[in-house]
């Protein structure tokens, strides 16, 4: 915006503006056309120019000034042809907009600060009442209210010769009068009264003064405020020359002699406040303005407060004397105090209740609007019993609503008694509805803090009952790590290659082995995972293993050293990303977590059920203090990670692979995409149920031995459901179970595509497929004898071994030496378990 030190250049005869850019303009009076001024003219001239200067007066843009000199010299100086004004703008331009022209940098124009060409006209022209103020040696620029209009009221009192004056301000709701300045003092408590009080309304609506005679029932109060008897009066409307609404009603008290206040009175008053009026109405603007800005800054504060200290009374206790808190309890529909009488409600204390339907916090709550009420006693929903009781006089109320981000009432305050005035203003319910938004979003933010602080100690308190049969010492954390990890070469020779068999390990070298595997992978490097939690979450996942024949931590031992063999002999980083490939691992270890040993129909729950269970354990032991392996990774990639371990664990079940199937074989026949997420996503999967299996890669020994684990969980639970009166199924049930048919059923349907499927997608995985086809053949042989033998009988497992016994010794199976660590004798398949 332009400063309003502009410059108002004339010129006789104006050039185009492109004929002024870079040029000097010299402005000097035209002497032949100035002849002498008459006593007249000079009055017209006087009058036309406090009219441009009240105009002046009520310039509140650049615009505008821009405008009022241009006309102002214009009336002034009619024989002018063109005015042009240039503005002082910030970066020290002289700017003028119409034309659109710049000044240059240099010249004399721009070393004069004020050019003013009147002809021969003196600008001395104003009569003497111009002049009262400025003889007085006083200025009509102060930033507080008060003391302005102690100035303006004292030249009142001196121009009017009335005892006293008082200015009535108009509230900006045009609701109240307030008087804030009597005689020469500024009142400590402004006085306030409704604008229809008596006939001022009047004055305000029409715009049309009053005198005493006007006035009756307010002429008590009036007397009161000023402290002295009325004897005469004059009221004049003060009207804003800007918005042209009554701002302000000008009181004359008391005309010196006993006269009474005349036309000239009135006039006097009239032609002050034309000066005056726009001072007047700036300096309340700004003090409004400071007074909105303290109040900002208190709700600030507050809504600070309110976003760390929720709950305590002295946020409310704004100017009141009493102030109360409801939150709506919508099951019950009652308002329970929370802050009540200025006082916090403690947990221990009776909750104070209210229905949610009566009284004025009920009106509140049930309609959301804000009620201000002026006079308590005399409302319909105000109950007078309280403070009949207690002897407190409640004068005022304000109740307002607050509500969360959904504009949902979530409960009510309720003010009461305004300390510095006889009722809540506008201004009051502005700022409470600005707080509600505040308190609104803190308490619905508290409440939904308070149930999930709640959830979590639940969830910890669950988790810790869960946990505890789990839990690792640190004893045994140290006695894992005392050494460092062993190279994975000591553990055996041949642990990197298809050939072993890591059931032949024993059990408590197990957890070395995994930790051997993930340094040998590198995720502990590439992921920072530190030593003492990566032990600590390996220790806990074999401790979550319950021990049924089969589904035990030697099986996710084995399913994860399977998925070490294929990152070291199939190239996986070529395929996969370095965070599949860790999600698979340890999914691997903890794809079957808890598991009972029951399969899902027994259990009543679906198979996603219950392979959501194991991700479950799996995550709770990750939640679990100083075992999340994880801990560093950032937020897009922890819930990747979580992410992926779902979906891998979720493809152990048989029948989401049987759903893929198609898909898998498609990609297998459209060769393997690395850019396609879906394609990612299928190779997981496939990977991870190869890895299920892969029990059925190994030696003879192994997975006849496997077999018999298998089946003595089924029947197990068969022998369950039996005495439950159920009927198992086939293969469940001992006495019918026709184990080298379901077997070959399985290694044809099953196991024989899946490292068909493996095999064609990584070369390196065709011996796979071919051990798989060899133990299929070798339970071709074993169906024989069950047929002669006449079997299932109840001694069906029995005959697997005396059948192996049988067939090893005739050399039916051949060398078993190409599958070291791969024969398993009882006692080493008990130890494994």
Known sequence: MGQACGHALLCRSQPPSSEIRGQQVFLRPDESSAPALSARQSTTLSEQLQDALLRLAAVVDARSLRVALRDGVRELLPSTECACVYLLEEDSRLLSDDPPHELPQEGKIRCVLLVSVCVSLSLYAASHRCFVSVNHRRELYDLDAASLQLKVINYLQQQTRSQCCCLLLVSEDNHQLFCQVVRDKVLEEEISFPLMFGRFGQVVEKKKSITLQDISEERRQLSSMLGCEISSMLCVPVVS???????????????????????????????CFCYTSTVLTSTLAFQKEQKLKVECQALLQVAKNLFTHLGKSSLLRLSIHVCSVFLLDRVSHELVAKVFDGGVVSEEENEFRIPADQGIAGHVATTGQILNIKDAYSHPLFYRGVDDSTGFRTRNILCFPIKDENNEVIGVAELVNKMNGPWFNRFDEDLATAFSIYCGISIAHSLLYKRVHEAQFRSHLAN????????????????????????????????????????????????????????????????????????????????????????NWMHAFSVSHFCYLLYKNLGLSNYLEDIEILALFVSCMCHDLDHRGTNNSFQ????????????????????????????????????????????????????????????????????????????HSLLLCLLMTSCDLSDQTKGWKTTRKIAE?????????????????????????????????????????IAMPIYKLLSELFPGATELYERVAANREQWTKVSHKFTIRGLPSNNSLDFLDQEYELLQAQGAFGSDDHCLNGCLDDTEGGRGQ
Do not use: W
């Not at 062993?486 to 642990?495: A, M």
């Not at 032991?621 to 979906?647: A, P």
């Not at 089946?711 to 369950?720: A, T």
């Open 241 to 271: 020359r800007a918005t042209g609404q009554v701002v302000a009603l000008a009181c004359a008290f008391n005309k010196e002699g006993g006269k009474r206040h005349t036309e000239v009175d009135e006039h006097a008053i009239q032609h």
């Open 709 to 749: 684990l298998i089946y003595k969980e089924f029947f197990s639970q068969g022998d369950l459901e039996k005495a439950m009166g159920n009927r198992p199924s086939e293969m469940m049930d001992r006495e019918k179970a026709y184990i080298p048919e379901l077997q070959i059923s399985f290694m044809e349907h």
């Open 464 to 551: 810790e009952m869960m946990m505890y049969h789990m839990k690792v010492s640190e004893e045994e954390v140290t006695k894992l790590l005392v050494s460092g990890i062993d190279p994975v070469n000591e553990i055996d020779p041949c642990f990197a290659e298809f050939t072993c068999t890591p059931r032949s390990l024993p059990d408590d070298t197990t957890p070395m082995c995994v930790l051997s595997m993930f340094e040998d992978m590198g995720f502990i490097n590439t992921y920072k995972i530190d030593m003492h939690t990566l032990a600590r979450f390996c220790l806990m996942v074999k401790k979550g293993y319950r021990d049924p024949p089969y589904h």
């Open 604 to 679: 009543v729950a679906s198979v996603r059920a219950h392979t959501l269970h194991h991700f479950a354990q799996a995550i709770a032991i990750l939640n679990t203090h100083g075992c999340n392996i994880f801990e560093k990774f950032s937020r897009k990639d922890y819930q990747r990670m979580l992410d992926l371990m779902r979906d891998i664990i979720l493809a152990t079940d048989l029948a989401h692979h049987l759903r893929i199937f198609k898909d898998l074989q498609k990609m297998s026949d459209d060769g393997y995409n690395p850019k396609s997420r879906t394609h």
